[in-house]
């Protein structure tokens, strides 16, 4: 699962987090090529958007930890930086083009361990360690096809890998026991969306990503290795795996309220109940319920002057509420997200924070 929530959709660059991790409704980067290229002809005639994040979030059942035999008397935290987009579009006569790398999950965990001592001497010792990124190749093609609608479709290539190894040191035996499991993952989609000005004020916006398989090359090694016993025994299986991902569709408006501000609210329906997983071969059981994740934002200007060019300073605020997939416990997330920067010319900065919380599971998650 990656860090945090399971509704993962494209990238969340700093306007659209501070706005309730809101994504295919507001045309402010050329991140939307990856949620609804349609708004890549809302941009200007050029652009390029680097983004990067620094993440924290908070964890208690994870792998074997508080799951198995390792456990913990709070939760764990993992802390992630990453310049996680980079992106360029054009716009020329009504048509967009738009070609994006980004990652979309991260699968790091908390580095977990146990130790046993007698007085001075270290007998015993568990560690638990895990890490894995996805990334996202996308090329992205959209129309103007009359006044005020536009059309979009983009083409996804997602690769990435995924580590994961548990061992065992018994030291007044001299034996390490080891369980390494690596995983290289791709897999390929198709997404596409639709925007409409249905007045001065209110623009509508619909996107689709396609289900889709993503297929991981496994590696599994368990070791049992005693070098006073003269032993080293290996067990090495290799499969490919299966994760079938779900189907979503997503519905957003853009309302201006007034001169430089306005509303964007956005439902993402996430079809979870088809999601399936063949680990090592075996179908695995996934009990998961489709989601409806809901954000809102506001955003205001600000104009000022600066060496006689004008500029404007934006005011963000949202919400988003994120349910999770599992049916046992209830869990949801609730974030809270501010944003500013500074727009001068042709060279906007921003920057976006959101904060907030699981409830359900009575764990207190925080991300």
Request: no cysteine; net charge negative; charged share 20%.
């Given at each position: 699962a990656p860090v945090r929530t399971w509704n993962k959709l494209g990238i969340s660059t700093a306007s659209s987090l501070s706005m309730g991790n809101t994504l295919f409704t507001l045309a402010s980067d050329c991140s939307v090529a990856l949620t609804n290229p349609a708004l890549l002809t809302r941009l200007s005639s050029f652009t390029f958007t680097i983004s990067s994040s620094y993440s924290s979030a908070s964890l208690f059942k994870y792998s074997i930890v508080n799951t198995g035999v390792l456990g913990t008397k709070e939760n764990q935290s993992v802390g992630l930086y990453a310049i996680d987009f980079l992106g360029a579009s054009m716009t020329h006569k009504g048509w967009a083009?738009?070609?994006?790398?980004g990652i979309l999950e991260h699968y790091?965990?908390?580095v977990t361990g146990s130790r046993f001592s007698e007085g001075e001497s270290l007998v015993y010792q568990m560690n638990f360690r895990q890490k894995g990124e996805l990334k996202s190749i996308n090329l992205a093609l959209a129309r103007k096809i009359?006044?005020?609608?536009?059309?979009?479709?983009?083409?996804?290539?997602?690769?990435?890998n995924s580590e994961k190894s548990i061992s065992e040191e018994l030291y007044w035996l001299d034996i390490t026991i080891s369980d390494e499991k690596?995983?290289?993952?791709?897999?390929?989609?198709l997404n596409g969306g639709l925007a409409a000005d249905l007045s001065e004020r209110l623009t509508l916006s619909a996107m689709f990503r396609t289900s889709y398989e993503r297929k991981a090359d496994s590696k599994s090694l368990l070791r049992f290795h005693s070098p006073q016993g003269n032993t080293d025994i290996r067990i090495e299986a290799s499969a490919n795996s299966i994760y079938k991902q779900p189907m979503v569709l997503g519905l957003g408006i853009n309302y201006k309220l007034a001169h430089n501000f306005l509303m964007v609210s956005e439902l993402s329906f996430f079809n979870w109940s088809k999601y399936e997983v063949n680990f090592f071969g075996e179908d695995m059981k996934r009990k998961f319920n489709n989601t409806v994740r809901i954000g809102a934002g506001l955003e205001n200007f600000s104009s000022f002057k600066m060496f006689?060019?004008?500029g404007k300073i934006p005011f963000r605020f949202g919400i988003c509420y994120d349910p999770q997939p599992m049916k046992e416990p209830n869990s949801y997330y609730l974030i809270f997200s501010f944003g500013t920067g500074l727009h001068w010319e042709n060279f906007f900065l921003d920057l976006g924070i959101h904060t907030g919380g699981e409830n359900g599971s009575g764990d207190e998650l925080t991300a």
């Open positions: 083009f738009a070609f994006n790398y790091d965990r908390p009359s006044k005020g609608v536009s059309l979009g479709f983009g083409i996804n290539y997602v690769t990435g690596n995983y290289d993952i791709d897999g390929f989609y006689n060019q004008e």
